[in-house]
């Protein structure tokens, strides 16, 4: 398994920009594909993008699609989710994930998990 730890939430306006990331610490963080999902407030958790080991192929739930991007760099085990157009909709603790199976990836079944960071967007 590969630890995770996301970083680069905090408060933003609605139609501003973040960028969070997720190291891997680990060696084989190239095999696994890797998720963002996100939380809201009493709600459950859903999945936002995913993308697949080698980065050639990336997934997005409809509500982000066209504003946030996913990538990632295996050379510095670390994979990212820029956030463009944020809107209130968008406040979520957000967590990522990663999985040898992409479709349990996608489902929400990440064999492991970060700790998940906090983004905030006013109106």
């Known amino acids: 398994q590969v630890p995770l730890v996301e970083s680069g939430g905090g408060l933003v306006q609605a139609g501003g920009s973040l960028r969070l990331s997720c190291a891997a610490y680990?060696?084989?963080?190239?095999?696994?594909?890797m998720g963002w999902f996100r939380q809201a407030p009493g709600k459950e958790r859903d999945f936002v993008a995913a993308?697949?080991?080698?980065?050639?192929?990336?997934y997005y739930a409809g509500s982000v699609q066209g504003r946030f991007t996913i990538s990632r760099d295996n050379a510095k085990n670390t994979v990212y989710l820029q956030m463009n157009s944020l809107k209130p909709d968008d406040t979520a603790v957000y967590y990522c994930?990663?999985?040898?199976?992409?479709?349990?990836?996608?489902?929400?079944?990440?064999?492991?998990w970060g700790q998940g960071t906090p983004v905030t967007v006013s109106s």
């Open positions: 680990g060696r084989p963080f190239g095999t696994y594909h």
């Open positions: 993308i697949i080991w080698s980065g050639g192929s990336t």
């Open positions: 994930a990663a999985d040898r199976d992409l479709q349990a990836l996608r489902r929400g079944s990440g064999e492991v």
